[in-house]
């Protein structure tokens, strides 16, 4: 049987991410798998993130790459000075290490495509599957790009969603309080990974939606 699995905002923790997959979801080829964004900033090891990915694509394994703020932060910092300091600062100078450059622009084609195809949304009969969340405040929540990737609140909309349930990450929480969490219509899967220093974060979180039960890695990065 195939299954739907969504996981959280990975942020560089290569090591943990291949944990989550390999020995967590061991995934089969018929399951579809939502990577919610923010693959890179903060953690060791961004490239890794990206190849990794890239690895399962080449093996047959379906693997959905949805956009994050900060594959859009590093997207803006072409050509812009602001920008690309705004990135710097919020963990892309980890990033650029990892590749072995100094600016986004100068990192492999192959890359800069990964993330320039990286989606806003999925839609799935049952399931919206989102960075940040949506605003909903407007007629078609669809619009608004910038809420796709940065909110930080929003009230859902059962109509508007067409019934599905969102999926999203960004916003971290400690484990026990998402995994807990009854708020009809909407999952948070982002349990602060890159966070290990802080009480209460530090795991990568993937949710089984299928057999809705949660595959959870503690962060393993050196």
Same mark, same amino acid.
């Given at each position: 049987m195939s299954r739907i699995i969504a996981i959280g905002d990975i942020h560089g923790c290569n090591r943990t991410f291949q944990k989550l997959v390999h020995e967590g979801i061991q995934p089969s080829k018929s399951?579809?798998? %939502?990577?919610?964004g923010d693959y890179v900033d903060r953690g060791p090891d961004s490239k890794g !993130?990206?190849?990794?990915? @890239?690895?399962? /694509?080449?093996? =047959? %394994?379906?693997?959905? +790459? @949805? /956009?994050g703020n900060h594959e859009q932060m590093m997207i803006d910092s072409v050509g812009n000075t602001k920008n690309r300091e705004d990135w710097y600062l919020n963990g892309g100078d980890t990033t650029l290490k990892s590749f072995g450059v100094t600016h986004f622009e100068h990192m492999d084609h192959v890359y800069q495509d990964f993330f320039r195809r990286t989606r806003y949304f999925y839609l799935t009969d049952d399931y919206i599957f989102v960075h940040a969340g949506l605003n909903f405040r407007r007629d078609d *929540?669809?619009?608004?790009?910038?809420?796709? @990737?940065? +909110?930080?609140?929003?009230? %859902?909309? *059962? !109509?508007?969603? =067409? =019934?599905r349930t969102l999926i999203h990450?960004? +916003?971290?929480?400690? @484990?026990? !309080?998402i995994a807990q969490r009854k708020q009809e219509g909407v999952i948070n899967i982002d349990a602060g990974c890159v966070y290990k220093s802080k009480e209460r974060f530090g795991n990568l979180a993937a949710f089984d939606l299928t057999h809705e039960e949660w595959i959870v890695v503690r962060n393993c990065e050196d």
């Open positions: 399951d579809h798998i %939502y990577c919610i !993130v990206i190849d990794f990915i @890239l690895h399962l /694509r080449k093996k =047959g %394994y379906k693997i959905h +790459t @949805l /956009r *929540p669809f619009t608004d790009r910038s809420a796709m @990737l940065w +909110t930080r609140s929003f009230q %859902y909309d *059962p !109509v508007k969603a =067409g =019934g990450g960004h +916003t971290p929480e400690p @484990l026990e !309080v």
